[in-house]
């Protein structure tokens, strides 16, 4: 079936530090989410990306879409203890219907 | 503001059960979901729903049973509690045109026992 997985499922990084997600789709999709669950909390979206090899920032934070639309990644510049939680990618692979594909989730660990 | 609430937050059953959970969204969505979260796994998408009275199976279906009678109510059925249900379930609701963002509840942590 259709299978979006994400890497590294765990990530610790030092306050100012750098973070990547990367986002890897078994089909094509037709647009691709981000959403970030606080600890306890529930997921939010942040953003929607559509078009191929799209990208777009956030303040500290850069969503691309892949050319082929099958990858995505989000990178978070000089990480604040704030960005702490589980980052996942939603694939939409087309159809009249929502329904989105989500990944398996990248755990963010900020050390002060 | 969407709200989406659902019934409880924590829940406790035991193996046999019939166990309801409920979802109520205030923004006149359309689409209602119904995934279970479980560490490494992810969301996974359990039933779904368009309309009311229409519902269609996810990624993982087995077990569980939807009910939509109104728009703004979409319910999950545990026919029998089995140890293996044991997680977190999160409803969502999106519109079905436009913007395609999902709107989650809260959750509900349902533990069998």
């Known amino acids: 079936g259709q299978q979006v997985m994400q890497i590294p499922q765990y990530q610790h990084v030092q306050e100012g530090e750098d973070f990547t997600t990367y986002c890897n789709s078994s089909t094509t999709l037709s647009n691709i989410q981000w959403y970030k669950q606080r600890p306890g909390g529930h997921p939010v979206f942040l953003i929607q990306l559509v078009k191929s090899g799209e990208v777009k920032k956030q303040k500290r934070l850069t969503f691309q879409f892949g050319e082929a639309k099958k990858n995505s990644s989000l990178h978070i510049t000089a990480t604040q203890t704030t960005d702490v939680g589980t980052y996942f990618c939603a694939g939409k692979v087309g159809g009249a219907t929502n329904k989105l594909i989500f990944g398996t989730g990248t755990l963010l660990a900020v050390q002060p | 503001d969407v709200k989406v609430t659902q019934s409880s937050r924590y829940l406790v059953k035991r193996t046999g059960e019939k166990v309801f959970l409920e979802c109520v969204q205030d923004?006149?969505?359309?689409?209602m979901f119904w995934y279970r979260q479980d560490p490494g796994l992810g969301l996974r998408l359990i039933y779904f729903?368009?309309?009311?009275?229409?519902?269609e199976k996810g990624d993982i279906p087995e077990g569980y049973s939807v009910s939509r009678e109104k728009k703004e109510r979409f319910s999950l059925i545990l026919e029998s509690a089995s140890t293996n249900q044991t997680s977190m379930y999160l409803c969502?609701?999106?519109?079905?045109?436009?913007?395609?963002?999902?709107?989650f509840g809260p959750g509900t942590r349902l533990t069998v026992l």
């Open positions: 969502a609701s999106s519109p079905r045109q436009g913007a395609v963002e999902q709107f």
């Open positions: 923004m006149d969505h359309e689409n």
């Open positions: 729903s368009y309309d009311v009275k229409m519902k």
